[in-house]
Each structure stands twice: as structure tokens, then as C-alpha cells.
């Protein structure tokens, strides 16, 4: 099996252009995929370990988690579920920020990730010290991220928010006559800005998949499937936000699929997400919402190519060697707990179910 090293290049206002890359995993072979199923599920019970697995990452991923006892979710409730399940190893499917975020509200527990180098463009994109600066100018602002940041990013904030929960806590806090500094995704604060009326200062991140939706592409598919209802994150450019039928998470647009009486969808998010639409909804049909002209090489390349770096081999060979362990610095877990924990508080205050606070 021979994997993909893949180039990304991304930028925003006020950074410097970078780049990264990604090691994606080749396919098994139908044989070898039955064999490392069955050394996975059998290592998962000698290390005592769960398997958390976001939305965004292989099928067999997500139904490896489901079959041994595990989750597939959002990032949020991946951290959650680990939390509470009495496992002492978490195994991480998506990318760094998620099994930080484990790490943070489970510091006792050991958590794995198939790959270390699996990262997020909104996170690479907020660097701790930079953003420290930013939020030092603004002092009188309360400082509010999203889930895709750093450990360290999210113990210099108030709040950190997942897309679900992120409009009714900015106007709550808006309601107090707080002023926000926002970070990063710059598509998110702008929705969550315009929905809200509140005074945000936003940090110009975004998101490599979400940012490359098209809107000509996308008119022009709608017009071909004229009875298509379409289901965006609101990560996406404001031009997709004002077409779609349905704005939310991860959770909210899998609830949506299910629940809307339409046969087809176009999706706007991570392509990743399609499996557990399909499998909920068998009768239905899902797009991708296009990211590229008549022409390219692929009209819809809506997948993070970090979250690709997850696969069966890598995640296999972790539970043998005990290898890419998730380590926070413990000084930094007090205070980055401190907002997610705010978080989870209002959730209950308003009564939105923890299980719905899906992010990217």
C-alpha cells in the first residue's frame, strides 16, 4: 500500500501565505481491510482503549467506531464520550485539535492519534502568540473561539463555542452589552455577526474546504436538480450561506437530511459527512457541493485532506506501538478547560442538547 503526500497552501488577511502537507493513507485491499477490522477491534480490547471517530473521516473509520463500542460525532462529543466512558485509552479519528481537546477534559487518560500530523487550517491559522497580541489590543472585548484551536488558543479565551451553540452564546453576551473578539473562522463570525447584531471583531481565518465552495457552480447544480434542498455549515462563504435551505453543524445538517421531506440534498461541508447522511437516509440522494468549474480535475474536492490522513493501517499500528500520544502542556489544561466548560453550562441553561454541538 503505497500512500499520497499531498500539498496544501493556504493564507489570510494579516498572515503570512503557508504551507502544509499530508501523508493520506492508500485503500486496502478488500482482503487486508478484513484483517486489520479484526486486529484493530482485537487491540482495542488489550489496550483498554475507545475509538472516537468524527464525521469528516473514512467510512470505515466511522463504522469500525460504531462496531467496537465507540462514537462518531463532532469534536465536542467526541471529548465527551471519552470523558465518560471508562476506558483509560482514547483513540482520536479526525485531526490535532480534537485530540487536544480530549486531552483537555480527559488530562488522566491517555489519548492516541493515527496520526499526529493531522491538522486543521483554522488552527494552523491562529497561532497562539499572534493571537495573544490580538486579543492584547482589544482588551475590553471578550474573547470567544471556535472548537478548531489550539490548547493554548483556547486558554487565552472566555468561551470557546462549536457552530451549533455559537449564536445563541453571542447573543446572550451580546444581550449583556459585551463586545466580541472572535477567532478564527471568519465565514462562521460573520454568519454568527449578521444573525446576531452583535459588535464582533473577527480574525481573518478560514477553513481550506468550506472557503473553496463555488457560487456559480452551485446556482447552476441547483438549477439541475431543481427540487435539491441544500445543507451548508456555516463555515462556508456568506454567497453559499444565502442559497442554502438549511445553515447548521455537522449534527444539525445530519438531522436536517433525515427529517426534511426531499429526496435530494447538496452538501456543503466536509464530503466526509455523506456516509452517515446515506446510511441514515438509503432512499436519499446526496451531492457535493461544488468547489471547482467545468473543466478541473475534480468539480467537487470537498474533503480535508488532513482528516484523509486517518486510516485503518495507521490507526492499527498506534494501538501496537503506543506511538502518537496526544501531550498537552498541564499548565495550559486549567485555564483552556475554563471555556469549554463555560460552554457546556450555557448548553444546559438553554436546554440544547450536548449531543447536538457539532463543529467543523
Given amino acids: 500500500m503505497n500512500d499520497k503526500r499531498i500539498s496544501i497552501v493556504y493564507d489570510h488577511p494579516g498572515l503570512a501565505t503557508a504551507a502544509a502537507w499530508a501523508e493520506v493513507p492508500s485503500e486496502p485491499t478488500p482482503e487486508d481491510r478484513l484483517e486489520l477490522f479484526a486486529r484493530i477491534k482485537r487491540l482495542l480490547v488489550e489496550q483498554d482503549a475507545v475509538l472516537l471517530a468524527h464525521y469528516y473521516v473514512h467510512p470505515d473509520l466511522q463504522d469500525l467506531a460504531e462496531a467496537t463500542g465507540g462514537i462518531v460525532s463532532d469534536s465536542l462529543d467526541m471529548a465527551r464520550f471519552g470523558h465518560q466512558h471508562k476506558a483509560s485509552t482514547i483513540v482520536v479519528a479526525g485531526v490535532r485539535f480534537m485530540g487536544e481537546t480530549a486531552k483537555i477534559l480527559n488530562p488522566e487518560k491517555r489519548v492516541l492519534m493515527p496520526d ?5 487550517s483554522l488552527d494552523l491559522g491562529c497561532p497562539a502568540d499572534e493571537f495573544s497580541a490580538f486579543c492584547d489590543e482589544h482588551p475590553d472585548r471578550t474573547v470567544v473561539v471556535y472548537a478548531n484551536t489550539s490548547a493554548a488558543v483556547k486558554a487565552r479565551a472566555d468561551w470557546m463555542v462549536t457552530s451549533s451553540i455559537a449564536l445563541p452564546l453571542v447573543k446572550h453576551l451580546a444581550a449583556q452589552g459585551k463586545k466580541i473578539l472572535w477567532a478564527p473562522d471568519r465565514h462562521l463570525g460573520a454568519y454568527v455577526q449578521e444573525q446576531s447584531g452583535a459588535d464582533m471583531l473577527l480574525w481573518q481565518g478560514a477553513c481550506v474546504v468550506h472557503d473553496e465552495y463555488k457560487t456559480k457552480e452551485l446556482i447552476e447544480m441547483k438549477a439541475k436538480y431543481p427540487d ?35 429526496r435530494v440534498f447538496i452538501v456543503a461541508t466536509d464530503n466526509g459527512i455523506l456516509h452517515k447522511m446515506r446510511t441514515l437516509c438509503p432512499d436519499k440522494q446526496f451531492l457535493e457541493a461544488p468547489t471547482s468549474g467545468v473543466g478541473a480535475n475534480c468539480v467537487s474536492c470537498s474533503h480535508c485532506p488532513w482528516m484523509a490522513m486517518n486510516g485503518l493501517k495507521n490507526l492499527a499500528q498506534v494501538l501496537e506501538t503506543g506511538t502518537n500520544e496526544i ?31 457539532g463543529n467543523a
Avoid at 116 to 120: G, P
Avoid at 237 to 243: E, G, H
Avoid at 349 to 357: C, E
Fill in 116 to 120: 499526529l500530523a493531522a491538522e486543521c
Fill in 228 to 262: 435539491a434542498r441544500i445543507l451548508a455549515h456555516p463555515e462556508s462563504p456568506r454567497s453559499i450561506i444565502k442559497l442554502a435551505d438549511v445553515v447548521g453543524s455537522t449534527t444539525q445538517l445530519i438531522r436536517a437530511a433525515e427529517q426534511i421531506d426531499a
Fill in 327 to 357: 501531550v498537552v502542556d498541564p499548565a495550559i489544561i486549567p485555564r483552556a478547560v475554563l471555556p469549554i466548560k463555560r460552554m457546556l453550562e450555557f448548553a444546559k441553561q438553554i436546554n440544547l442538547p450536548t449531543r447536538s454541538l
